[in-house]
């Protein structure tokens, strides 16, 4: 329980990053969640299938 609530908090702090990124270099919408989206997950997917997790979990679950 505890590593996952960690997990959901870096992939926030992520997206928020990405999404700031986003606004910094005036994107419009789609291009604020889709680069969110990219840096809240690409991170975790790299993680998982350097450790040989298939398939990674951010494809797995809803939570993410």
């Known amino acids: 329980m505890l590593l996952t609530t960690l997990d959901v908090v870096g992939t926030f702090a992520f997206a928020l990053s990405g999404g700031v990124r ?26 998982d299938i350097l450790i040989g997790s298939l398939p990674p979990v951010a494809l797995q679950s809803e939570l993410y």
């Open 22 to 47: 986003a606004v910094e270099n005036k994107m419009d919408a789609f291009g604020i969640v889709f680069l969110s989206f990219v840096a809240a997950v690409s991170g975790g997917i790299l993680r």
